[in-house]
């Protein structure tokens, strides 16, 4: 079985810093997505990588995946109150479609 | 708004009793998948459905079951509930496995509370 670890688990930084959080597995994924989900809400798709390497910006956030495709990472430059959140990150296991989530890491931005 | 529709938003009902959570797709969209959360299991995924087939089943228990229907609405049908099935449980839609990857979105979740 896959799975997909997140660090750190939980992540409270001050406005302005810049933060990197991560998505490991020893299993390579064909994709993965990243959503960021608020409490008692439904998660929010935020980008999906494909390639080995690459690289998506989506304004301050920056997602890379690993050359290998069992890793990623989310990079914030600036972080804002508006950051606060849960970050997960998800892939497909294997030919079967069943879909593993990470325990996502909890991100917290003091202002 | 992700274009998914859950109802009920909230759920109340006692142990032993049955309950059934409704799902509508995004438009256009075939694919649908249940998801239960609690606070110390994370996001798990029960089971998928592509255009009325099963497609992959996950951590499901036996007295959970689910079927996608010709409009490709999904319902997730929980029976004999225990105090531990209390969750948020969430549906998600996607274009389908066949585009190569699982970009889901999400609806609000239904708020399951068994007492």
């Known amino acids: 079985t896959q799975l997909l670890e997140q660090s750190p688990q939980f992540l409270s930084i001050q406005e302005g810093e810049n933060l990197t959080v991560y998505c490991n597995s020893s299993?390579?994924?064909?994709?993965l997505q990243w959503y960021r989900q608020e409490p008692g809400e439904g998660p929010v798709l935020l980008v999906t990588?494909?390639?080995?390497?690459e690289v998506k910006k989506l304004k301050r956030l920056t997602f890379q995946f690993g050359d290998a495709r069992k890793d990623s990472s989310l990079h914030i430059t600036a972080a804002q109150p508006g950051d606060t959140g849960l970050y997960l990150c998800?892939?497909?296991?294997?030919?079967?479609?069943?879909?593993?989530f990470g325990k996502g890491t909890r991100l917290h931005i003091l202002p | 708004d992700s274009g998914v529709t859950q109802t009920p938003k909230h759920l109340i009902t006692a142990t032993g009793q049955r309950v059934t959570l409704r799902c509508s797709p995004r438009?256009?969209?075939?694919?649908v998948y249940w998801y239960q959360q609690s606070l110390d299991q994370g996001l798990q995924f029960l089971i998928h459905?592509?255009?009325?087939?099963?497609?992959a089943k996950g951590n499901i228990l036996e007295r959970f079951s689910a079927q996608q229907f010709p409009d490709l609405h999904s319902e997730l049908n929980l029976s004999s509930l225990e105090l531990g099935d209390s969750a948020l449980y969430f549906c998600?839609?996607?274009?389908?496995?066949?585009?190569?990857?699982?970009?889901?979105?999400f609806g609000p979740g239904t708020r399951l509370t068994v007492t």
């Open positions: 998800a892939g497909a296991e294997g030919r079967d479609d069943k879909i593993i």
């Open positions: 438009s256009g969209d075939l694919s």
């Open positions: 299993s390579v994924f064909s994709s």
């Open positions: 990588v494909v390639t080995g390497g």
């Open positions: 998600a839609s996607s274009v389908g496995p066949l585009a190569g990857y699982y970009e889901q979105y």
């Open positions: 459905y592509y255009n009325g087939e099963e497609r």
